[in-house]
Nanobody, 115 residues
Framework: QVQLVESGGGLVQPGGSLRLSCAAS????????MNWYRQGPGKERELVAG????????NYADSVKGRFTMSRDLVKNTVYLQMNSLKPEDTAVYYC????????WGQGTQVTVSS
């Protein structure tokens, strides 16, 4: 059964950092492209970062470039999103997803950036 479980969110002050995790089961993250999305209050879900299946190239939305870093651990079958210099506008529920199983979404993890 394909499953994605996000964790690592929380409340952080502006300028702070968090590391999100997305544990995958039922498939190997090494074999598929993986993406991080977020959905802020009253906003559409947006693509934040993605890693390609072949070559492992990583792309970022302009709004997070230079602050967020995506990575993956093939042994743990987990992808990560290191978020630094967080801003209030980063407040959102964060999700991971793979285009291969596009209908499979986890519960997400809430990130709140506030003083």
């Amino acid at each position: 059964q394909v499953q994605l479980v996000e964790s690592g969110g929380g409340l952080v002050q502006p300028g702070g950092s968090l590391r999100l995790s997305c544990a995958a089961s039922g498939f190997a993250v090494s074999n598929y492209a993986m993406n991080w999305y977020r959905q802020g209050p009253g906003k559409e879900r947006e693509l934040v970062a993605g890693i390609t299946r072949v070559g492992g190239s990583i792309n970022y939305a302009d709004s997070v470039k230079g602050r967020f870093t995506m990575s993956r651990d093939l042994v743990k079958n987990t992808v990560y999103l290191q978020m630094n210099s967080l801003k209030p506008e980063d407040t959102a529920v964060y999700y991971c997803n793979t285009p291969r199983f596009v209908s499979v979404w986890g519960q997400g993890t809430q990130v709140t950036v506030s003083s």
